[in-house]
């Protein structure tokens, strides 16, 4: 890889392109896609272009996509590190990113749905199922197959008080 070169900011970007707040996912493609050459649109939405760090003559080694939270997405097949491409438009690598008005932004959590539950302990019930009939049959359970079923009564029943929760 050759030592980028600096190229100079446009106007009225000093530090890069997230020193304004209201900066959305669409500018940061945009100002990303302004900064690089022969950008072509792929047909998974995503574009392909000339990687700018290093000497990019027989093809596109560049893909630039958007990820699922806004940020964008930079990826060269030749091998090129992210910083030496943001390093070789003039930007860095926090600049690929949406900018939020707060240093911590949780996200909400997303619970499992009954569905997801169920399936999950279908193994815990099956268990409890066969070590229901072996003791029914007048079989004594092995110590580690009590400490097993023990666990997973456990299981069931910290499923049943999750799905609850949220009723």
């Not at 630039?64 to 097949?77: M, N, P």
């Not at 900018?99 to 619970?111: G, L, N, V, W």
């Amino acid at each position: 890889m050759q030592t980028p070169t600096k190229k100079p900011h446009p106007a009225g970007v000093a530090a890069g392109i997230n020193s304004h707040s209201d900066y959305n996912t669409h500018d940061i493609l945009s100002e990303v896609t302004s900064r690089l050459k022969g950008i072509i649109k792929r047909h998974n939405g995503g574009m392909l272009a000339f990687c700018p760090s290093h000497d990019d003559r027989k093809g596109r080694s560049l893909a630039v996509s958007e990820g699922r939270e806004g940020q964008i997405l930079l990826h060269c097949f030749a091998g090129c590190s992210v910083h030496e491409i943001t390093g070789a438009i003039g930007l860095n690598a926090a600049d690929l990113f949406p900018r939020t008005e707060s240093k911590y932004d949780p996200k909400t959590r997303s619970f499992f749905n009954e569905w997801q539950i169920l399936s999950t302990l279908q193994h815990d019930a099956t268990v409890v199922l066969i070590a229901a009939r072996w003791m029914l049959a007048g079989h004594a359970l092995p110590e580690s197959d009590m400490d097993f079923l023990s666990k997973a009564v456990i299981r069931i029943n910290e499923a049943a008080s999750y799905s609850r929760r949220f009723k």
